[in-house]
């Protein structure tokens, strides 16, 4: 194998990783503040790109019609769209189960992906969409080849990230959400009013797959099956990086993208998603709680 | 483009009307004659079952106001397989026993229809598919089953014919990961390999990923020529994307349900250019395609190009209409059966509907059913043999530059 | 109308041996067990490529059930270190790896053409005489099983695993060790999972890899959520519920023909999901469960 070849396997891997991480990073706060793996995120992804490609097909030809401010526009649909449903579902399901058993709100929530996948299909059908955006070609160095869109990719994801670490460690609303996430009792004595922060919380957890859900559109196809799809790699990545840790979880992503692209080589495109779990196991076995999980929260 | 509510529900419910009141009540001079059509309306084939479908259903509508055959209406019952075969092995179970139908028609994955002839053949039913298994044709003991889609064998020689006429010396091969797309590259290996040819590359994918460039990147580093797929809409939608942004210069051997309109409307002309797609076709004059394009478009609101197994499952009544007509009236299911070759098969005057041919055999004339899918003519398993059209996109649009023919006798 | 039914009922009872054998993971043990199907999976393709072997079908479905079993070791062992949450997933990377290797081991398994011709259980007999057959033996099978499972529930190895499941520090307090009972419970549900694999492999005579997906894994939760967690009725309740809701759709669009196949897919899906939410929100113990939980 050429450099060349390894760089371009990691490059995509990055890009993978990328696009996971955001999914990833939904489920690493919800699972810290509400202790449940929330698997509708998968599909609030899909929620999202169909959202994203419905709304981008309407405004072409109109003022708006231009791909970069379409997308925009088509993105900031998404989100609020996203952010709705997750309020709700939590307001009418995940706030109503409280204390229940964790296994309780993790089949509410795939009953929830169920719903709303159904609704796609219903409204929408099952053929596949795409955006409408130009093909460009790749930038080629030596060898090694960048997709512009990949580009755009990787940046949009690095900036919400980098918007969403900032926000949650310097914003008030950001460093009140992880007191609550590390106490909640502590934090309900000592005022913080649990409630509008828990909205925060959600609406987080669906802007964020929202976001996800079109980045993979556009990187892929939007198809009803895009996000269940991606549901257990951003949980692996979770997982991964540490349970509570969001810079893990984003670290996990990246690994387990890069990961799985270099195995490519040596066990195949079928196996590399079987790498995956391979490592999840091997990290678990070793540190139960993850790259950079905390240790007390692992048993 | 999807299609209206108020176009789905109309067939479907005039069917399910017909099937609600006492058979006494339709029926002309005999009883009427039940058909299953048990298609992939959700799951993996779900972008072609509804189409199959209705096309089914159309062609049902089209018999009956022709009045009926064989002096018998026909009446529809539709299931969904979910393209899973314990589900669809309860659906046929419901349809044989519940709907007490005559015969399956419209399958669609090879694992369906494995799953569903052991049902078929023990209650001696009629069963007609679009699935590529090279073991439908060895499992098809009762000479019951009739295959509509090349098998997988025979559109790999035809993938193989088609690379070698336009001088390509170093094909490479990727396939979806399912019987069907490793069928047609492993034909297509077979068959380049009997030309003393090597195949440079393969590469098998996982589907429901999102990207698939370092599948590419395997093939592509071999610099082949050309590359031959057995591959879905989605995924030859990602990849032909991530190889043209690449900027590699290789040609393309798509099958026709993966190279269609659709793929054109994802991803642009320009990408699109120069891409080969393969689909079996009637024979060059036969109207059945048209006819049957007309009625689709109609009622689907896109054209029967975007759905390659619709034109089959059509003609999967017509035949079986055909047949009955042919078998007389008070016709069993055995009987019918044995007539199908008699009015698919030349010699015969050729015809290319069902009123068509209906006049004729009232004539007592030998018909050959030239369908909308293909010119039909069916081997001793049961199975098409096909011509391929071969189709080039230029500038956005699918224009038919060649026909290649296997031979019928064609063994791997 | 009644071949349909059989039909039917085996595929409920094929369900209720995963259902036990989930129930006992997790409700008597508290194992959070996402990859049920993997054992199923096993247990099928064992089971059908030992007989079309020539192996006797006795024999297949025994080896079957061990070779389940011994694959749940792994997983028992994950189960010790892991908590619920992590488990979880971990098994279900399991059932994935399983499929995947089922995929492609193309030499042992047929990979995805998949292994058609298995020889039906009872085909001897021919006809109806095969299904009925299949039905009867499923239906002593689940007795059985259920019989195991109430004894072994009833037994101090029963109270043991309660015990874990409600407050595991204290049984390692006592001098216990909770792994060994962790570990043979699996084993026990996997081998279960196994001869209703065996059982499915020789009624539907086809499988594949993609037959063995985790939504499958998914439907025996419902189940046992349906039915009521830790209860052996709640299993067989559940189960019934489940396939009576799957396969009943078929017939409620046939009364009411306004909605076309292709919806009625969509609208089964979300009535799914829907029961799932609410069946979670206003009787989180199911049928026939006991209410703490």
Redesign the interface.
Known sequence: MTLA?VA??AV?GL??GA?IALPALALTLV?SIAR??NAATGDLMTLGAYVAVGVQALLVGSAFGAPMIGMAVATLAAVIACAIVSVAAYEL?FR??GR?????????S??????????I??L?????H?FAL?????W?FGGL?I?P?DLVIGAVAALVLAAVFAWLRFGRSGRLLRAVADNPDLARLSGIRAQRLMWLLWALAGALSAIGGVL?GV???V?P?LGW??L?PA??AM?LGG?GSPAGAVIGALLMGVGQ?LS??LV???????V???V??VV??LR?AGLLGRPEL?? | MSVTRRELIATPLAAALASALPAGVLAQAGEPFRVGALNPITGAGSPYGPGMQRAILMAIEEVNAAGGAGGRRLEAFAEDTQTKPDAAVLAAKKLIDVNKVQAILGTWSSGVTLAVMPLTDEANLIQMNVSGAPAISTQDKKDLVWRYQATNDRFGAAFAEIAAKRGYKRPATMAFNNASGIGNTEGFRKAWEKRGGKVVASVVYEPNRPSYRSELQKVLAEKPDVIVTGSYLPDTTIIIREWFQSGDKNAWIIPGWAANPDLVKALGAEACEGLISVDTVSAENSGAFKHFDAMYTKAMGRPATTNVYAPMAYDMLIVLALAMEAAGPGATVAQINARIRDIANPPGTPVSTFAEGKAALAKKQKINYEGASSKLDFDQYGDVSPDFGVYVIEKGQLVRRDVVSIPADYRP | MDAYLVAVGSVVLIYALLAIGLNLQYGETGLINFGHVAFFALGAYTSALLALRGWPLPVTFAVAAAVAAVAAVPLGLAALRLRADYLAIVTLGFSETVRLVLQEERAITHGVQGVPGIPKLFGALGGRSTDLAILLALLAAVALAAWATHLLKASPFGRLLRAIRDNEAAITALGKDPARYKIQVFMFGAALAGIAGAFYAHFITFISPEQFVPLVTFYVWMSIILGGVGSLRGSLAGTLMLVAFLEGSRFIRDLVPGVAEVQMASVRLAIVGLALILFVLYRPQGLFGRRAN
């Open positions: 070849e371009n396997l995509n890009v993978e696009v699972m449940f793996p399901i109503r189960l229940a058993a964790m296994v309780a709100s993790l089949l509410a795939i009953g929830l992906a169920f719903l709303i996948r159904s609704l299909t219903l929408v059908g099952h053929e596949q795409t130009p093909l460009v070609r790749a080629n080849r997709l869109s993979l990187k892929s196809v198809m099956e799809e991606l257990l949980f692996a997982i349970i692209e490519v080589p195949g495109p079928t196996y590399k998603i079987a995956a779990f391979g999840l196991f678990l076995l139960p692992a048993r």
